[in-house]
């Protein structure tokens, strides 16, 4: 895992004005910063709080996905992919956040790219702030929490797109792309990705083998579970366990 003076070091070398200390003094304004493998790199009292954690150095190396709901960490990601493809920052980001008690709450992001020294992209950073009135905006994750939920409770079951709609009362055809239009990803995948991240807990504080492991969250096939943590995390699930028992 990597260190607070790592994650100061790698600040220090971006181009001037990439600073961060007068966030730490901005009332009811998060700030974060991410590298370009979207690890947290910094982040001001106010966003290290609502992440759950009492000191930065708790972030530090860590993802959204780590840290905060899927179906939240997704749409984070999916930003922050854009604008590290296109250099070019994003404003106005009206999403559902973290409140102070961990309740997803109406906010509004803005994120620009962060530079090294020879004008390279080196990560992002942002600012969050509450906003009032988005819900409007928002109304898709709502109308899609009773989805996501089951999805929550019943990862490791087959599940068929017909009988999650019938949850909603939408057609088939409906919910799908109304999904898809809500979290840029297809129920199936978004149904993967929950039971990868799920596998990392099992991996990280379980005694079970990686097939006991695929098999629990839901995999009926051990290659085809490796074949997709790899895509996601960059590592098969036994090196992702050694990496958490050598760090």
């Known amino acids: 895992m990597m260190t ?10 971006l181009a001037p004005g990439a600073g ?3 966030f730490d003094r901005l009332p009811n304004v998060l700030y974060f910063a991410k590298d370009s493998q979207l690890r947290l790199m910094a982040g001001n009292k106010g966003f290290v709080a609502r ?11 860590h993802t959204d996905l780590e840290l905060f ?27 559902l956040f973290p409140d102070h ?18 004008g390279k992209v080196a990560g992002l950073c942002g600012m969050v702030r509450s906003y009032e009135g988005a819900r409007i905006e928002l109304q898709g994750y709502l109308d ?8 929550k409770e019943n990862y490791a079951e087959q599940i068929s797109n017909d009988d999650l709609a019938k949850i909603v ?3 088939t055809r409906h919910l799908e792309r109304r999904f898809r239009e809500t979290f840029k990803t297809s129920i199936h995948q978004y149904l993967i990705r929950l039971r990868i991240l799920k596998s990392c807990d099992y991996l990280a504080n379980s005694a079970m083998s990686v097939t006991e492991i695929a098999i629990h969250v839901g995999f009926y096939d051990h290659s085809a579970f490796s074949r997709r943590f790899r895509e996601m995390v960059g590592v098969s699930p036994a090196e992702y366990r050694k990496r958490l028992k050598n760090p």
Request: proline letters at 5%.
């Open 169 to 171: 009362g939408l057609s």
């Open 69 to 95: 709901p899927l179906e939240l960490a997704e749409k984070y990601r999916q930003d922050d992919l854009q604008l590290l493809a296109t250099g070019k920052p994003i404003s106005g980001i009206v999403e």
């Open 144 to 151: 899609l929490r009773a989805i996501t939920q089951y999805l």
């Open 51 to 61: 992440c759950g954690k009492s000191s930065e150095a708790e972030i530090i190396g």
């Open 4 to 13: 607070l003076d790592e994650a100061h070091e790698w600040s220090a070398n």
């Open 101 to 118: 008690l961990g309740e997803p709450e109406w906010f509004v992001t803005d994120k620009i790219p962060l530079y090294d020294r020879n």
């Open 20 to 22: 961060r200390a007068l």
